[in-house]
Nanobody, 124 residues
Framework: VQLQASGGGLVQAGGSLRLSCAVS????????IGWFRQAPGKEREFVVA????????RYQDSVKGRFTISRDNAKNTIYLQMNNLKPEDTAVYYC??????????????????WGQGTQVTVSS
């Protein structure tokens, strides 16, 4: 199983980025897929997840109304559209797959496959 995250970069505050997570070795509509992020000096934190059923979890409070997760089953890819980016969104963003379909989808420990991460830097 491999997850390939891409789409990060340097953007000014107020700008947008779309992250992609291409999954191979598993069909994404059978598993939970989550996005997490880790800022320098901070612990990894949950952003949002999409369950195998297609339902979407709650978003982290700080990204509500600005980030949107989506899934393209034909491409076996998960997206994270990030709008109105803020400097505090600066972090390495990771996608992860939960092969056990855990109910604890906000818990990083539920995920057993991780992508390599993509850096998002938002300048003020």
């Amino acid at each position: 199983v491999q997850l390939q995250a891409s789409g990060g970069g340097l953007v000014q505050a107020g700008g947008s980025l779309r992250l992609s997570c291409a999954v191979s070795g598993r069909t994404i509509n059978r598993y939970n897929i989550g996005w997490f992020r880790q800022a320098p000096g901070k612990e990894r934190e949950f952003v949002v997840a999409i369950r195998w059923s297609g339902s979407i979890t709650r978003y982290q409070d700080s990204v509500k109304g600005r980030f949107t997760i989506s899934r393209d089953n034909a491409k076996n890819t998960i997206y994270l559209q990030m709008n109105n980016l803020k400097p505090e969104d600066t972090a390495v963003y990771y996608c992860a797959l939960d092969s056990g379909r855990s109910v604890a989808v906000t818990d990083a420990q539920s995920y057993d496959y991780w992508g390599q991460g993509t850096q998002v830097t938002v300048s003020s």
